[in-house]
Each structure stands twice: as structure tokens, then as C-alpha cells.
């Protein structure tokens, strides 16, 4: 047995033995059952017939008859445990459903699995198949995936199984419909661990294959194009396939010439025979004229799409979505070519072909909201259209052509929102956030042009464009605030509130134990647990919806207002800003209780370097250090430039304006505008020509949150947290190697990076203490335990510690740095688990580096550590935009605090105390009051005054008349 051949076949015979023995065994005992529990001949017959009867019954469409007959069968089968003949009857109400109505016989096979509860497991598990397969032609794909989880479960011990393999990838699938690529990797990777475990390659390389996919999806094209090549090693024979795919990675990359060059390459050795996996012609002709069309060669282009409608033509027969695709790829070449008439005959032509019931009479015609099915590329389709229209515009003047383009673009943008509806996964919804944006600017851009054109003083124009433009930012934020009102309003019983907010807390234990040092079996462990647990929630909030539906109706729609119904919101003299940042310019709408006003700014590469050199003037330490005369001069130009393009337009009014509340959209997040200044000014210590010098100022992630919330329910007073970070501390979290800011005088102890201790951090949390009373948790006692038990039992909350972004691109996290517990590690609170808390505060105040910036999300916002508490629930929160120093945040923060108690809103309150700083010679002096020192922290969310526990302030009040009159009797016997 020394020859290795000897050796392998030796094996490959016992193992084949060993398989025949358990198939043998498992005859026996199948065997053994069907002889206890054999059915008479006459019975089985009947049964025979009668399957074969539900075939007429099936092809007369008499559902609800041939179901009944067929259960009849399915039940008898069942009760003498012949479960094969069980399933055949629900694989074939499957199929003849499928051929006419499939989703008829869903009821069918779920109510199979609730009766056979004795059903074996293979069996259970491919109704499960069934079932997802149903979901997912459906595009349900949330319960598809659930069906798929289960069918896996049950196939599990069958490694050989290939509806094992088979559920894995419907999985993958169906989280990539639900825009969740991330857990589509983490599907494909742990299917991946089992066919390395078996050697099977060709499921390796299909699943490398499907990575590669995801990957490209998060614009992650390096991890692509290495999965890729990983699938390529495992078959070589598939090199075409895989070039092909290399073309596609290079395409989304921007890299062109190699996308084009791969596209060739793929072309060139492409099998001359039809294969199972081959490419079809018309995605290479297509590829390869959108590469040839972004790389600027447009008679390339349109020559590559005419060749990819006729070969779709030819390949598709009987398929017109592929003909429609295949046009709008030619209508895209020929818009850049400036011929209107063609782009537009084949735009239409497409869309009914994407839209059977779409007869349209005219080239200019549009099909009906309730025609739109769930084919994104209707959207695509759509915008080509209004771009022909813009351009026509631009050529002839001709106004029609401007309306038809406007109609166009909000037809699409419907129907763009309309679909991030059907979607779960926060990533997808972010997703369709971004992908909105050109839509939205199209059609709010075309309706303020129109109106400027018919100097048309009707608001409905301005109204539509200032609706569309809420669509863009906020979306999953405003979701999620709204979840609490809305339990209660649609009378969601206690029990069930409670519950939900159990299992939220489930989810959050699960991840929090997810940041320690763990082995990969425990940390696969507990990704799976994490799974479960969210998948558990999902399914609780599916069915409070069914049991509750003005939950369901309340949550489903995410309120956008009316101009009418904000300026009800509105005090005298405030003036709301709210902008929205597209692809060619920035809108701007500037509403007062009673005016309203829209304006343009173009978003070109002035503004763009304005912002970046106006934030590193006021944020960048470095830079100020290194040469503070170039800092202030880039300052005071790029605030002046600033204001008059963005706030300028605003303040025209006649109205007196005392307030400035601020809705930024896009990168405008990363800007303070506190700074802008209102005249020009000759150093950056006039800070009376800053807007804060004349104007209280706010700001909000989204309209619909500057209304007042509802009422907190939260008499739990003041808490506070401050952490000094001891040297020795500061070793133990080993956090100095994220240090890119050397500590000298001109920013001593930054709450951020560099770690340093923080001398103030108590004295900070201590003077707050005295004015609200309530309770501190200082160094040891301020752990990220400790906070997330009491937080929620707060109403006012305050954190003065360290705060850093996470340097990974990848990611959006953000965290506080907590004071470890005894031989604990888990000291960092991040925005995931924050997402995840209920909190009821009336204002959270965050004295950290860092907290109000984060990673920006286009069409979502910037995911900030403020922004997570008012995911959490906090009415507001003070952030920072960048790293604060210890010594004047205390003095800042002391006099915010100060003012209100005295009943200031929470913007005046920072104002005022920002103001009494800059001015007070005790507290500060000139060289410490550059807008770097004071200027960071803003306040976000309501703004009304702190309805604070009196009681205190009137012992106070009563122990000083005490005092007093004790003294003057005192001094009274004294004279006397």
C-alpha cells in the first residue's frame, strides 16, 4: 500500500462502501415504516386517482377545489408517514400553481410544514426551498431570505447535499437584493469554508465569483478583482467568463482602457459553442460601449450599442426587457451625440417594451404611476428622457421643453422612492438615498427655473421642489425617531413596546461582545447569534404591523412637509435654511414665518476649495501652528466667499431675523457656519463680523425634525460622566499609535487626538452637578456599562471625554472612549450600538473631539456620534466638528450650562456663553481665541429651553434670602 494510487483507490472504495451500507440502512428502516404503515391496494389506487383528477381541476383554474382534493391526498399520505408522496404532491401544486399563479401555493406549502410537524428534516427543508423560491420570483425578499435560512438549518448535516449549496447562494442573492452586501459576503464566505472543507471547486469558484459581485456593489474593486482571479485559478477553463468580469470590476473602477482591453481579451477567446455559463454577445457590446462612451469616445460608443441592440434582437426573441436595455444604452450614446430625435424614439420605444401595458400615443407621452413596476431601469430610462428634454431647452428656449423634463424627473424620482420602500437593510435604503440625488435636483431645479420663467408668485411650484428636496437627506434617521411617537399613536400595547426594545437590547449584546478579542469559532458564533437576534427583530416589527395597522400605515410613510406647515413652526424673526447639495448645483430654500424664497449656487470648484480651505482654517492645529498669518488670511477670504454665496441670498428680507436654524445636506454638514462672516473683517478675533456675532444659530439633520417632539416622559434629572485619562490609563487603552497631532501650547490637551489626560474633565462635570443637581460618574466610576444601565433614566446627559473617528474608510464608526472596568476591554461605544438605545433625554451634550462629523453618506447624512443619540431618541445634542481643548471647553461649557438654567433656548444659551468667552478677559486671552479654541461645538435638534426641576433653584433662592437676612441682623446688633 506504499503506491499513493493504491492508497487513493483503497479509500475511495471503503468510503463507497460505507455509503452503500448507510443508503442500504436507510432502505431497511424506510422499509421497516412503510410496512407498519402501509395504505390497502384499493387505498392507494384511490389516492392515485385522485392526484391524477386535481390535474383537470388545475388546468380549469378551479384553485380552491384542486387544493382541498389535493390536501385531501397530501393528509392521507402523511397519516400512514409515506413522506416522499407527501412532498411529490407539494412539488406538484407548486408547479402547477407556478404555471399560473404561483403564489397560490404558498398557503399550500406552509401549511404543510404546520401540519406534518413529524416531517423528516430533508423533507421540511425542501417545502423551505419552495418557499423561498416562491418569495424570491415574488421580490419578497426579506421573507425569501428567512425561507432560505431555515432550508439551510435543516440541510446542514448533508454536506453533500446540493440544495445545500443551492440555499446558500439563493441567500446570498436575496441579501443582495436587499442592498445588504455585506451580509451577502458573510453568506458566500462561510459556503465558501464548507466546499473547502469537501473539495469542491466548482461550488469555490462560484461562490469567489459572487463575492467578487458584493464587493463591487460597495465599490470595494481591489477585494474584487482578487475574488475574481480566485475563481479564475479554480477553473481555468473559464477564462473568458472571468475576463469578461475583470472588464466589468475595471469599468466601475473608472479604469476604461483596461476595462476595454479585458472586454477584447474576453471576446477574442469567447467559445464559439454555446455553453451553461457563456456571456451573451449583447453584454459585451454593451460594456464596451459604456466604457468607450465614459472614456469620451462617443462614435465608438453608439457603434458598440447599435451592435448591442441587434445581437439583443437576435439573442432575445422573446424577451423585450433585454431589447429595452439594449436601447437605452443606445439613447445614452446618441444624447451625448446630441442627436435628440433618435435618443428619444428609442427611450419610449423602451419603456414599452419595460412596460407592456404603456401604449404610448406620442413621443412625449409618460405612462401612468400605477403602471411603474418594480424594473429599475424604468428610472434610467426616465432620466434619459428629461435630459433629451433639458438639452432641447437649452437649444430652442422653448418652454415645454423644460416642463416635459421636470415631469419626467419627478415621475422617476416617485417612483426611486416608491422602491426604497420595499427594501430593509439600511445599506440598500442608504443606497437608493444617493442614487435619488440627480432625480431630485432635476425635477426641483426644473420647477424653480419654471417659476422664474412665469414670475409665478403661486407657491405650488416652490412647494413641490422644497418636498422633493426632503427626500434626500435623513431618510433612516427620521425612520427611526418617529418609531417611539409612532408605537404610541397607533396604540401599540406596553407589552409589545417592551419587547421590542428587549430584543433591540439583545441585538446591542450580541455586538458589543462582538469588539473584544475573541477566537474565530466565538466570534463566528457570535456573528451567527447576531443574525438570529435581528432576524428575530425583523419579524417582531412584521408583526406588530399585521396586528397593529396604523403602525404599519404611520411607519411606512416618512412625513414630508409642506412650506405652509413649516413656517407654523417657525418663531418671529427665525429664518430656516434649508439646503439641498446635487450634482450641478446646490438649492437653497429660505423660509420665514411668513416669506419664502428658493436660490442657486453652483457647485463648482471655487466652492469646493473655499470649504476644504475654510475648514482646515478654523479645525487644522498643524496648519495654524506652522504658519498662523496664511491660516487667518485663508480664513477671513473663504468665510467672507462663503457667506455671500450660501447665507447672503437668505438675509436679503426685509424681516427682522434674530435666529438662524441650518439644514445642511451633503458635504455642506462639515461646514460651521457660525463663523461666515457677515462683512469682511481684518483678523480672525472680530468675531462681531461672524454670523454668531449678530445671530443665535441651530441646526437639524432633516425637516420634519425641527418640529417639537413629543413630551419626554423623564423626571430623571441631570447625569454626567467625565474621565481625566491618567497616564497610566492611557497606556492600558493603548491609544497613543492613533495620534496624528503632536500636543504642544497652541492646542493643549485635545479631546481627541492626541490622547492626553484631561485635568478638567471632573471639574467640567462637577460644576454642571452644582446647577442641575442630579448625579456624576467620574474616572473609574464612568465606564460605558455604567452608562448604557442609567442612560436612558436621564433626561439631561453630559460626557466630557475623549472621541475619535475610526481612520478605516470602509467604515462609518465613531466612538467615546469610556473608562474600562476591572478586566474589561470593552471601554469604546461606537455608533452601532448607540443606534440601538432608547433614550428620552431632552439634550445630550457631548464635550469630546469629533462627535458631530463622521463619514458622509450621500442621500443619508454624515454618521456622527451626535447624530447616533438622536437616532437613540435625544431631542438634541451638542457636537463638535473637531478636536477640542480641555481648559476652554470647561469655561464654555460651564457658562452653557449657566445660562440654562436661566432659561435660555439651547442655542442662545451656547451663543451667549461662546460670546461671554471670546470677551471676558478672566476667561481668556487673545491668543486663545482663535475660532479653532471655541468655535467646534454646535447645537443639533430642538431648541427649546430646558424645562428644568425648579425646586432646586428656589432652595438656592430661599437659602440666599436666608443668608442674607441672618447677616443684616448679624450686622445690626454688631452697629447697635
Not at 461662546?914 to 479653532?932: C, G, Q, T, V
Request: aromatic share 10%; with cysteine.
Amino acid at each position: 500500500m506504499h503506491n499513493p494510487v493504491s492508497k487513493v483507490l483503497f479509500f475511495g472504495l471503503l468510503l463507497l462502501v460505507g455509503l452503500m451500507a448507510c443508503q442500504s440502512q436507510e432502505s431497511t428502516e424506510n422499509e421497516m415504516i412503510n410496512q407498519e404503515r402501509t395504505p390497502s391496494g384499493e387505498l392507494l389506487s384511490r389516492l392515485f386517482e385522485q392526484r391524477l383528477a386535481t390535474d383537470t381541476l388545475f388546468s380549469q383554474a378551479l384553485w380552491d377545489t384542486a387544493f382541498a382534493e389535493c390536501r385531501y391526498v397530501a393528509d392521507t399520505y402523511a397519516e400512514y408517514q409515506l413522506w416522499d408522496s407527501v412532498f411529490r404532491v407539494n412539488r406538484e401544486v407548486f408547479g402547477k400553481a407556478f404555471k399560473q399563479d404561483f403564489t397560490a401555493s404558498l398557503p399550500f406549502l406552509e401549511s404543510s410544514l404546520d401540519l406534518y410537524n413529524q416531517l423528516p428534516d430533508t423533507l421540511q427543508a425542501r417545502i423551505y426551498e419552495l418557499i423561498g423560491y416562491i418569495h424570491y420570483v415574488g421580490t419578497n425578499y426579506a421573507h425569501s431570505a428567512k425561507a432560505y435560512k431555515r432550508c439551510m438549518e435543516l440541510w446542514e448535516p448533508y454536506y453533500l447535499s446540493r440544495s445545500l449549496r443551492n440555499a446558500y447562494n439563493m441567500l446570498g442573492n436575496n441579501y443582495t437584493y436587499l442592498g445588504d452586501y455585506n451580509g451577502a459576503i458573510r453568506v458566500y464566505e462561510a459556503a465558501l469554508a464548507k466546499m473547502k472543507d469537501i473539495g469542491d471547486a466548482r461550488a469555490m469558484e462560484a461562490y469567489h465569483d459572487n463575492i467578487s459581485g458584493s464587493y463591487m456593489a460597495l465599490k470595494k474593486f481591489a477585494k474584487a478583482e482578487e475574488h475574481i482571479r480566485q475563481a479564475l485559478a479554480l477553473n481555468p477553463e473559464a477564462k473568458s467568463k472571468y475576463q469578461y468580469r475583470l472588464a466589468e470590476n475595471y469599468k466601475d473602477a473608472g479604469d476604461f482602457d483596461r476595462a476595454i482591453e479585458a472586454a477584447l481579451n474576453s471576446l477574442d477567446i469567447r467559445p464559439a459553442t454555446a455553453e451553461e455559463d457563456q456571456r451573451p454577445l449583447t453584454s459585451y457590446y454593451e460594456l464596451l460601449a459604456e466604457a468607450h462612451l465614459y472614456r469620451g469616445d462617443v462614435a465608438e460608443a453608439i457603434r458598440y450599442s447599435k451592435l448591442g441592440l441587434q445581437t439583443a434582437l437576435e439573442e432575445y426573441p422573446d424577451r423585450p426587457r433585454e431589447h429595452a436595455k439594449a436601447r437605452v444604452y443606445l439613447a445614452e450614446a446618441q444624447i451625448e451625440a446630441g442627436q435628440n430625435t433618435a435618443a428619444l424614439a428609442n427611450l419610449q420605444a423602451a419603456l414599452s417594451e419595460f412596460i407592456p401595458t404603456f401604449q404610448p400615443a406620442g413621443i412625449n407621452d409618460l405612462p401612468k404611476p400605477e403602471q411603474l413596476n418594480r424594473e429599475t431601469w424604468l428610472m434610467i430610462c426616465l432620466k434619459f428622457k428629461a435630459k433629451v428634454y433639458e438639452q432641447l431647452y437649452e437649444q430652442t428656449g422653448q418652454k415645454q421643453y423644460l416642463q416635459l423634463a421636470s415631469r419626467h424627473y419627478a415621475l422617476s424620482l416617485d417612483h426611486v422612492n416608491d422602491i426604497r420602500k420595499w427594501y430593509t437593510a439600511s445599506e440598500s435604503k442608504t443606497y437608493w438615498g444617493k442614487y435619488a440625488i440627480p432625480y431630485i435636483e432635476g425635477a426641483a431645479a426644473g420647477q424653480l427655473q419654471l417659476r422664474e420663467l412665469d414670475q409665478d408668485q403661486d407657491q405650488s411650484r416652490l412647494d413641490s421642489a422644497f418636498q422633493w428636496v426632503q427626500t434626500s437627506n435623513a431618510y433612516l434617521l427620521r425612520e427611526r425617531v418617529l418609531e417611539d411617537q409612532v408605537l404610541l399613536l397607533a396604540g401599540v400595547a406596553p407589552d409589545s413596546v417592551t419587547l421590542l426594545r428587549a430584543q433591540r437590547a439583545e441585538v446591542i449584546a450580541v455586538k458589543e461582545a462582538l469588539q473584544t478579542d475573541l477566537t474565530e469559532a466565538v466570534r463566528d458564533s457570535l456573528l451567527q447569534a447576531r443574525q438570529e437576534q435581528s432576524d428575530a427583530f425583523e419579524l417582531l416589527q412584521s408583526q406588530l404591523k399585521r396586528q397593529y395597522p396604523d403602525y404599519a400605515r404611520m411607519r411606512a410613510e416618512i412625513p414630508i412637509r409642506s412650506i405652509s406647515e413649516v413656517q407654523e413652526q417657525l418663531n418671529d424673526g427665525e429664518l430656516l435654511l434649508k439646503y439641498f447639495v446635487g450634482e450641478k448645483n446646490i438649492l437653497a430654500f429660505a423660509l420665514q414665518p411668513q416669506e419664502v424664497q428658493a436660490y442657486s449656487i453652483p457647485l463648482n470648484d471655487s466652492l469646493l476649495n473655499n470649504i476644504d480651505v475654510y475648514r482646515r482654517s478654523l479645525s487644522d492645529l498643524d496648519d495654524i501652528r506652522e504658519s498662523r498669518e496664511s491660516a487667518e488670511k485663508a480664513f477671513l477670504e473663504s468665510g467672507r466667499w462663503l457667506y455671500q454665496k450660501l447665507v447672503a441670498p437668505a438675509l436679503n428680507s426685509a424681516s427682522a431675523i434674530e435666529k438662524i436654524s441650518i439644514i445642511p445636506d451633503g458635504l455642506l454638514g462639515y461646514l460651521v457656519f457660525d463663523c461666515l462672516l457677515l462683512e469682511p473683517a481684518d483678523s480672525w478675533l472680530d468675531y462681531e463680523a461672524f454670523l454668531i456675532g449678530k445671530y443665535n444659530i441651530n441646526y437639524y439633520y432633516a425637516v420634519g425634525l425641527t418640529e417639537p417632539g413629543m413630551a419626554v416622559q423623564n423626571n430623571g434629572g441631570f447625569v454626567g460622566f467625565g474621565i481625566e485619562y491618567s497616564d497610566e490609563l492611557l497606556e492600558d487603552l493603548q491609544v497613543s499609535a492613533k495620534d496624528s497631532v503632536q500636543n504642544d501650547s497652541i492646542h493643549p490637551a485635545l479631546r481627541g487626538k492626541k490622547f492626553g489626560p484631561l485635568n478638567f474633565a471632573d471639574d467640567e462635570v462637577y460644576s454642571i452637578q452644582k446647577r442641575l443637581g442630579g448625579d456624576v460618574y467620574i474616572n473609574e466610576q464612568a465606564t460605558k456599562k455604567q452608562f448604557l444601565d442609567i442612560s436612558s433614566q436621564h433626561q439631561f446627559i453630559h460626557i466630557a471625554a475623549h472621541g475619535f473617528l475610526d481612520e478605516n474608510p470602509n467604515t462609518d464608526e465613531a466612538y467615546l472612549i469610556f473608562h474600562p472596568e476591572q478586566n474589561d476591554d470593552q471601554y469604546l461605544l461606537g455608533l452601532s450600538e448607540l443606534y440601538q438605545q432608547e433614550l428620552s433625554a431632552d439634550l445630550v451634550v457631548l464635550s469630546a473631539c469629533q462627535t458631530g462629523i463622521g463619514s458622509l453618506r450621500e442621500g443619508e447624512g454624515i454618521m456622527s456620534i451626535a447624530r447616533a443619540f438622536q437616532v437613540a431618541g435625544s431631542r438634541s445634542v451638542v457636537g463638535s466638528h473637531w478636536n477640542l481643548t480641555d481648559q476652554a471647553t470647561y469655561k464654555i461649557m460651564d457658562l452653557f450650562y449657566q445660562n440654562l438654567v436661566m432659561g435660555q433656548t439651547k442655542s442662545e444659551a451656547l451663543r451667549l456663553a461662546k460670546l461671554e468667552y471670546l470677551s471676558n478677559d478672566r476667561l481668556s486671552s487673545p491668543a486663545y481665541r482663535i475660532p479653532a479654541y471655541w468655535a467646534a461645538t454646535l447645537v443639533i435638534g430642538d431648541d427649546t429651553p430646558l424645562l428644568i426641576n425648579k425646586k432646586t433653584n428656589y432652595l438656592w433662592w430661599l437659602g440666599g434670602i436666608g443668608l442674607i437676612l441672618v447677616l443684616g441682623f448679624g450686622m445690626r446688633r454688631w452697629l447697635v
